[in-house]
């Protein structure tokens, strides 16, 4: 009797932490992007690429929902605007002005806005500890804000960059408290749904900036392999990842290596873009993910 070899599989961890790498590259590829993809052109054709290739694979199953979808059809249009349109469009200007070890710290704030989501639209209870991550996590983002000078906020005006990126963020932690509500249907193909949308969405602001915009141009060519880098792996591929993640250990579980992203977005930073990382990033990187940890706690 032969026995016959188990498939290679890929440990969960580890798509998991090649998922929140890929995240951070994406904050890498914003600074990139500067001079070579305009950010209306980045987010539309980011979506087009994602959108086509998932509706070949799960466009059926899509249309097999269509009852599901119908009812909620403008709502989810909305929901994949939000999500997806405006947080990459406001992440993709916002990297014109700030860098990369900033965005990718301001991202760690996230799960912190969620958790002040949750409570202000379906009213969770949270313990004192709890609280007590959420306001060490806003501590660390008013460091980043401020450049390490939070007196600056009574005589000076926040980066522009920065406030960008922190109304990407909490855009984004809306629209993920409010998937605790989408419609009964396999993560893949909501996916595939929001994808779709999000490509029919940034058609108009792409459309106005190549009207309005003196001196528009098409991508270059480091532009287009920026796209297809953010299309293949932040887009696709941490997406496919997280939703194994999920299926495997949980969600709860598999949220935590979110923390990993602005600790691989500093490095990545740091060695292939040379920014400098000043003693508030350290700070507030140790605020950030400490308040995220504490927020995360349960009372047993």
Request: a positive charge; hydrophobic letters at 60%.
């Amino acid at each position: 009797m032969t026995v016959q070899p188990k498939p290679f599989a890929i440990p969960v961890t580890v798509l998991l932490t090649l998922c929140a790498l890929f995240w951070a590259g994406n904050a890498i590829s914003g600074q990139l992007a500067v001079g070579h993809v305009r950010p209306f052109q980045l987010v539309l054709l980011r979506w087009i690429l994602v959108a086509g290739v998932l509706w070949v694979i799960y466009g059926a199953q899509v249309r097999s929902y269509w009852p599901v979808i119908r009812p909620r059809f403008w709502s989810l249009v909305l929901l994949s605007f939000v999500g997806f349109t405006a947080f990459n469009t406001l992440f993709y200007i916002a990297s014109v002005s700030t860098t990369a070890v900033n965005v990718g710290i301001l991202q760690g704030a996230m799960p912190g806005l969620v958790l002040i989501g949750t409570v202000l639209a379906y009213r969770t209870r949270v313990t004192p500890v709890q609280i007590a991550g959420v306001v060490l996590t806003m501590v660390g983002v008013v460091l980043i804000a401020t450049r390490g000078n939070p007196a600056s906020l009574l005589h000076e005006a926040v980066n522009h960059g920065d406030a960008l990126m922190l109304v990407a963020c909490t855009l984004y932690a809306a629209y993920t408290v409010a998937l605790r509500n989408r419609p009964d249907m396999p993560g893949a193909v909501f996916f595939t749904l929001l994808a779709v949308f999000a490509a029919l969405t940034s058609l108009p602001p792409a459309i106005g900036e190549a009207l309005l915009v003196e001196g528009y141009t098409a991508p270059t060519l480091r532009g287009w392999l920026i796209v297809l880098y953010i299309a293949i792996f932040p887009s696709c591929l941490s997406q496919l990842f997280f939703l194994r993640g999920v299926d495997v250990i949980g969600p709860g579980r598999a949220g935590v290596f979110i923390n990993l992203v602005p600790v691989f977005a500093a490095f990545l930073a740091i060695v292939l873009l040379g920014e400098v990382f000043a003693w508030y990033h350290g700070a507030a990187l140790v605020l950030v993910l400490g308040g995220v940890w504490l927020a995360q706690r349960t009372t047993t």
